[in-house]
């Protein structure tokens, strides 16, 4: 018996969620999975490093930043009117303070998770440099993120 990740549902977990709570069952669910696959049970006591080894796949956690990355820079590289674009550069322009509308006030409250902050988080730079970076004309899927990061 075999566990398989539907890439497409990942796909969309990586884009539209926040994984702060839940990274620690995916990762779970992930080591389940490659222990089921190569046949380990509970009881033969190997770890999970050696398990991570001997199959040789990326953390989850890591595959999902990655295809965060790539949606980023696919949004970024859209045409200007697109309504993807214009939102992300949006929220481009609101992390670096640069707000359109000046009587807008934060809510209330403990400032949530957003999905640019995660980018910002994963990949080290600004927003502002993410954005430039992910803006080079014919940039692969992750060419401007290893751009940021031999720098």
């Given at each position: 018996?075999?566990?398989?990740?539907?890439?497409h549902s990942l796909l969309v977990i990586s884009i539209t969620?926040?994984?702060?709570?839940?990274?620690?069952?995916?990762?779970?669910?992930?080591?389940?999975?490659?222990?089921?696959?190569?046949?380990?049970?509970?009881?033969?006591?190997?770890?999970?490093?050696?398990?991570?080894?001997?199959?040789?796949?990326?953390?989850?956690?890591?595959?999902?930043?990655?295809?965060?990355?790539?949606?980023?820079?696919?949004?970024?590289?859209?045409?200007?009117?697109?309504?993807?674009?214009?939102?992300?550069?949006?929220?481009?322009?609101?992390?670096?303070?640069?707000?359109?509308?000046?009587?807008?006030?934060?809510?209330?409250?403990?400032?949530?998770?957003?999905?640019?902050?995660?980018?910002?988080?994963?990949?080290?730079?600004?927003?502002?440099?993410?954005?430039?970076?992910?803006?080079?004309?014919?940039?692969?899927?992750h060419s401007w993120l290893r751009a940021a990061v031999s720098?």
């Amino acid at each position: 018996m075999a566990c398989v990740i539907d890439s497409h549902s990942l796909l969309v977990i990586s884009i539209t969620n926040k994984l702060n709570e839940d990274s620690h069952r995916l990762q779970a669910f992930h080591m389940t999975c490659q222990r089921r696959i190569l046949g380990v049970r509970w009881n033969d006591f190997v770890t999970n490093r050696a398990v991570a080894d001997s199959t040789n796949l990326p953390s989850i956690l890591s595959t999902i930043a990655a295809r965060r990355h790539s949606f980023f820079g696919h949004i970024r590289r859209l045409s200007a009117n697109t309504p993807a674009h214009k939102a992300l550069k949006l929220a481009v322009d609101s992390r670096f303070g640069d707000i359109s509308h000046q009587d807008w006030n934060r809510p209330a409250g403990r400032p949530r998770t957003t999905w640019m902050s995660q980018i910002v988080q994963n990949t080290g730079l600004t927003a502002a440099d993410a954005w430039a970076l992910a803006d080079v004309e014919g940039a692969t899927t992750h060419s401007w993120l290893r751009a940021a990061v031999s720098e």
